[in-house]
């Protein structure tokens, strides 16, 4: 949420929580395999909550290990099948963590760039990372046409990633919006405008 939390839904009981205490706003979640943990970015370190159904809300306690001086988690990738976690800092290094040893080591850096995107292969014997976040955006832009009326229009809230998107869309017109709260953006695009600049380019990537 906006205030530096994480608001948990239990669908089934029709009742939520509230995960509190992060410095920064929590940008990245990843449930682990069983689903009984949740891991979070919003720190300098790996923090995972038991969400299972048995777990008292009132007593809920968090796992936290691995604080580290480069930069806040910025992504974060649950294991597939393994009690591990990947994640990716600000600072731009990749470290995967042990739930079970509540540690971590470094895998692998992204100089000079913050790790905003990390994935696991299915089989969970490779991960990949990035550093612009734009990877799901692309993929957004290519396929909202289908899904879009003639006169309908895409809102988008793109974080603190504005460069980026600039970067990558540098031709298309959009409407930048203010949010009420935060530093975050956000814009509008139009159908027309997205079929005009966007759509002969993305082509290329079908």
Known sequence: TQDKSVRVYDLAQSAGYLLEGYPAKVRCLSFSSDGGTLWT???RAFVGWPVGADV?????????FGIFEHGMLGAVAAHPALPLVAGGFD???????????KGAAP???LESHRVTSLVWSPDGRHLA???DGM?????????APARMRENAVLV???GTDTGFFEASFPHLPVFWLAPSAG????LLVTRAAHSRFIAPWLLALR
């Open 41 to 43: 970015g919003g720190e």
């Open 56 to 64: 008292d809300p009132a007593t809920r306690e968090a796992t936290v």
């Open 91 to 101: 600072g731009g290094v990749v470290f995967l963590g042990s739930a079970s040893r």
């Open 107 to 109: 895998l692998f850096a």
């Open 129 to 131: 990372g990035g550093s």
């Open 135 to 143: 990877a799901f955006i692309r993929l957004l832009l290519r396929d």
């Open 156 to 158: 988008l809230e793109i």
């Open 183 to 186: 530093e975050d953006q956000a």
